[in-house]
C-alpha cells in the first residue's frame, strides 16, 4: 500500500512540473497548449470606433478557427490590449504582449503613428507582427518581421488623385491634413504627386491636428483658393467637423478623402454635409462574392451592425496568421514569419491576398461616394495597382464576369477605368 502511494504520489508531482514546464517560457518555442495572439488597439481614444471594428474582425475569426479545432491541434488565444490610440501607449502595451505574455504573434495596430511606435518592438523580439489596416509605407520598413494586409498609402493617394482628376474633371485642389499623423502626411504627399502628374494643381495645402474642433480659419483660406476639390486625408473624428464646417462657409464642392473616413461616428458628425464627398477604401458591402455575403451575415449575426473596412481587414489579418501557422506547423518565429511572408492568392473578403518581398498586400481599392441619407457608402469603381499580378494571371473571359460580378476581389484587378480619359 506503501508502495502505491509512493508511486501515486511520485506521478502527480511528475505531472505537475512538466505542467509547469510546459506554462512557462512560451515565447517562440512550441511548447502550451495555445497559439497566444497579442492584439493592441485603440478601444477608448479619438479613434476607438477602429479599434473596436477591428477587435470584433479578430474576435470572429477566432471563434471559428477554434471551433474549427484551431491550428496544428491547439486552440488560439487572444491577449487583447488598449492603446488608447496614443503611440507611447502603444509601445507599452506591445512589450507587456510580447515579454510578459510571451504572445507568439501580434495583431494591429490601426492608426499608422501607432503601428509604427509599436512595431520596433515586435521586430526586435522578433515576434511576427501583422497590422490589419495600417496603410503608411514606412510601416512594414520597420524589419522583416513586420507585415500588413492592405495597400499601401502611394497607392490609395493615386487612386483618390486619379478619380479627382479623371472622373470629377478637377483642375485645382485644396489638401487639409493631420501633420502629427503618418498617414494624413504621407497621403497628403502621394495624392500631391499624381494630381501633379495629372497636371493638376495644388492650390493650397492646410493643417490640424488631432482633437482640433475649431477648423474655420484653414477652411476659410481653402475657400479663398476657390479650389475644384478638398481633399482631407484625416480620421473621421475631425473630418466629420470639418466637413460639416466646410459646407456651412457655403464650400460646395466634393470632398475626398481616404480609409480613415470609415467609422459610424461620421454619420453623426457630419450629417447632411456628407453629399457630394468619395472616399478610397478597403472593400465594399455591395454587390457582395458569396465570401464576403458569408462574412457580413456571420458578423451581423454575432454583433448586430454591418462590417466596415476595418472589421473586414482584421477578419483577413486573423485568418491569414491561422493559415500561416498551419503552413509553418509550429509557433516557432521564424518559421511563423516565413509562412506569413509566403502568403499566396489568399482568399480574403478584402480580396486576394499576396504578400509582397516588402511584406505589402498588393489589391485593388474601391471608391465610394457617401449617402447621407441612408447613411451607407455607395460603391463607385474599383482601381487596381498597376500590373498587379492577379491582372496578368486570369484568362480574357474569365476576367470580364468577375469584373461584372465583383468589385472587391483581385478578379478585377485588371480594370484601368481611368486611363482611356
Ligand atoms: N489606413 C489608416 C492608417 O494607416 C487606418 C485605417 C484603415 C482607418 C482602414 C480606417 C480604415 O492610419
Known amino acids: 500500500m506503501r508502495n502505491f502511494v509512493l508511486a501515486i504520489t511520485v506521478i502527480f508531482s511528475l505531472l505537475f512540473v512538466s505542467n509547469c514546464v510546459q506554462k512557462g517560457g512560451n515565447g517562440?518555442?512550441?511548447?502550451?497548449?495555445?497559439?497566444?495572439?497579442g492584439v493592441y488597439l485603440d478601444l477608448s481614444g479619438a479613434t476607438s470606433s477602429y479599434g473596436k471594428s477591428t477587435k470584433n474582425g479578430i474576435e470572429l475569426a477566432v471563434d471559428e478557427i477554434n471551433k474549427n479545432g484551431g491550428v496544428n491541434g491547439k486552440q488560439i488565444k487572444l491577449i487583447v490590449e488598449d492603446d488608447q490610440g496614443r503611440p507611447e501607449q502603444a509601445k507599452t502595451v506591445i512589450?507587456?504582449?510580447?515579454?510578459?505574455?510571451?504572445?507568439?504573434?501580434?495583431?494591429?495596430e490601426v492608426a499608422s503613428t501607432n503601428s509604427l511606435a509599436a512595431a520596433p518592438v515586435a521586430q526586435e523580439a522578433k515576434i511576427p507582427m501583422i497590422t490589419p489596416s495600417s496603410t503608411n509605407p514606412k510601416v512594414t520598413e520597420i524589419g522583416d518581421h513586420i507585415f500588413r494586409v492592405c495597400f499601401i498609402d502611394p497607392f490609395q493617394g493615386g487612386v483618390m488623385a486619379k478619380f479627382a482628376a479623371n472622373e470629377l474633371k478637377a483642375k485645382t485642389a485644396a489638401i487639409f491634413g493631420d501633420v502629427q499623423a503618418d498617414y494624413s502626411k504621407g497621403l497628403e504627399k502621394f495624392f500631391t504627386e499624381e494630381f501633379t502628374k495629372l497636371g493638376g494643381k495644388v492650390v493650397s495645402t492646410q493643417a490640424y491636428t488631432q482633437n482640433d474642433t475649431d477648423f474655420k480659419s484653414q477652411l476659410t483660406s481653402i475657400r479663398q483658393a476657390n479650389p475644384d476639390v478638398i481633399y482631407v486625408p484625416g480620421y473621421y473624428g475631425e473630418v466629420g467637423i470639418i466637413v460639416k464646417q466646410a459646407r456651412e462657409l457655403g464650400m460646395k464642392?466634393?470632398?475626398l478623402g481616404g480609409d480613415g473616413w470609415d467609422a459610424p461616428e461620421l454619420w453623426n458628425l457630419a450629417g447632411n454635409a456628407l453629399e457630394n464627398t468619395y472616399i478610397s477604401n478597403h472593400y465594399s458591402i455591395e454587390n457582395p462574392t458569396p465570401e464576403i455575403k458569408k462574412f457580413v451575415d456571420a458578423y451581423k449575426a454575432k454583433y448586430n451592425e454591418d462590417p466596415d473596412a476595418l472589421a473586414a481587414l482584421a477578419y483577413d489579418a486573423a485568418n491569414i496568421m491561422a493559415d500561416s501557422l498551419k503552413r509553418a506547423g509550429t509557433t516557432e518565429s521564424q518559421k511563423l514569419r516565413d509562412a506569413i511572408a509566403s502568403t499566396k492568392d489568399f482568399k480574403g473578403v478584402t480580396g486576394s491576398i499576396t504578400i509582397?518581398?516588402?511584406?505589402?498586400?498588393?489589391?485593388?481599392?474601391?471608391?465610394?461616394?457617401?449617402?447621407p441619407e441612408s447613411k451607407s457608402f455607395k460603391f463607385k469603381t474599383t482601381i487596381a495597382p498597376e500590373g498587379s499580378e492577379s491582372s496578368e494571371e486570369k484568362p480574357k473571359d474569365e476576367k470580364a464576369d468577375a469584373k461584372a460580378a465583383n468589385a472587391n476581389s483581385s478578379e478585377s484587378a485588371d480594370e484601368k477605368k481611368d486611363e482611356d480619359k
Open 95 to 108: 512589450s507587456k504582449l510580447i515579454n510578459q505574455d510571451k504572445v507568439h504573434v501580434v495583431l494591429g
Open 253 to 255: 464642392q466634393p470632398i
Open 28 to 37: 517562440g518555442n512550441d511548447s502550451g497548449d495555445t497559439v497566444k495572439v
Open 356 to 371: 509582397n518581398d516588402k511584406r505589402n498586400a498588393v489589391k485593388p481599392a474601391v471608391i465610394l461616394s457617401l449617402d
